[in-house]
């Protein structure tokens, strides 16, 4: 068994604490090496972590960063040690970003359980370990937050909404920013784009040609990514975009705005989120058999958190939370005292395993504590 990385600070005999308890619940302490291949990160992480990575290079000039978070390289190291296999991980070690309010390098904890396919068990497991950590923490009673980004994307495609416009809509939800710019203008035409003329020349031009233009665009700038994306994202975003435009436009409709709106204000304990949200999906004349697996599945996760001998009562459910996350595909979680910064958070991610290379999907779910914050050595 590796040892996870030491910390000299001031939390930590809490933090040992807590490393031991994870390892004795059965998740094998790991340590990924903190240089990690920057493409994984570039393509699977959210815009907030992509544009604040330190990039390097090894000798040859392949780019490197340091690690900003741990569940990519516990994924990688995964794939070397167990690939197709389930298995569970915790680890402990500082993580890298650059930030405008606290240090760019702080100490974070976790745990990744990786390939079990009881779901709801799974989830309300990781759950459970989070709020027992952070009582380790010496945060015995904190707020938490649940949402579930299975539900949202299945009623998204429940109203059929466009997969361009889909996107754009879970980032929209992520930044909880309005959904003005996603929704088509009150006649029904797509609001007016500030790239209208590219998109219209590369209107059924070959992608591959598309690519290469962007690429040769950048390059000639001397620019090698625009806010963490690299010229093959940007080009699929136009390309998305292009044919968007050439349909007449596939943003959300009045209806769907409605329903989404709606969506959002679903807020209370995960008992009377369901029923809200069934009522919502009735009254939306919502017929789709994904979505009613995903509020099936919410509620067994709920019976599952319940079993644990959890607190359901003060847990909030909000439909508006969503995760700037791309990887993440379910249940999320995040628990905080009042209004303060994030203690822990965390959630399932069953398509990051795939994208990762491996030959077998697995199912993940996990979770990360930050640790300065939680013990206050950061203040």
Not at 82 to 109: C, I, N
Request: hydrophobic share 40%; net charge negative; with cysteine.
């Amino acid at each position: 068994m590796t040892r996870p990385e030491p910390d000299t600070g001031p939390g930590e005999p809490a933090q040992a604490r807590l490393i031991a308890h994870l390892a004795a619940a059965g998740y094998a302490t790991v340590t990924p090496p903190v240089l990690q291949p920057v493409e994984p990160f570039l393509e699977l992480s959210g815009e907030d972590i992509r544009r604040r990575i330190f990039v390097t290079q090894d000798a040859g000039g392949a780019e490197l960063c340091l690690r900003p978070e741990f569940t990519i390289p516990v994924c990688r190291l995964h794939r070397q040690r167990a690939d197709g296999r389930p298995a569970d991980y915790s680890y402990g070690g500082p993580v890298f970003r650059l930030t405008a309010d606290e240090p760019d390098e702080f100490f974070q904890a976790g745990i990744e359980s990786i390939g079990r396919t009881d779901t709801p068990a799974a989830d309300a497991e990781v759950l459970g370990l989070a709020l027992e950590g952070l009582a380790l923490l010496g945060r015995d009673n904190p707020s938490v937050r649940l949402g579930d980004m299975g539900l949202t994307v299945a009623l998204l495609d429940g109203l059929s909404v466009p997969p361009a416009a889909k996107r754009r809509t879970l980032r929209a939800l992520a930044a909880g920013r309005s959904l003005d710019a996603v929704t088509n203008g009150a006649d029904g035409a797509p609001r007016e784009d500030r790239h209208a003329g590219l998109l219209a020349a590369i209107q059924g031009q070959d992608p591959q040609g598309v690519r290469a233009f962007v690429e040769d665009v950048l390059a000639i700038a001397g620019i090698s990514a625009v806010g963490g994306r690299s010229a093959g994202e940007i080009a699929e975003r136009f390309l998305g975009k292009a044919a968007a435009q050439a349909n007449g436009g596939a943003g959300l409709n009045a209806e769907n705005r409605a329903v989404l709106d709606r969506y959002r204000t679903v807020s209370g304990d995960p008992d009377a989120a369901a029923r809200d949200l069934r009522a919502l999906i009735a009254d939306a004349g919502v017929r789709h058999a994904a979505l009613e697996a995903a509020l099936d599945l919410f509620e067994e996760r709920t019976g599952f958190i319940a079993a644990r001998g959890l607190p359901i009562g003060n847990f909030r459910f909000q439909g508006s939370f969503a995760r700037n996350l791309d990887y993440y595909t379910g249940f999320i979680f995040e628990a905080a005292e009042g209004d303060g910064p994030v203690l822990v958070g965390g959630g399932r991610y069953d398509g990051l395993l795939s994208h990762l290379g491996s030959p077998v999907p697995l199912p993940a779910v996990g979770c990360t504590f930050w640790i300065e914050r939680a013990t206050g050595a950061g203040r």
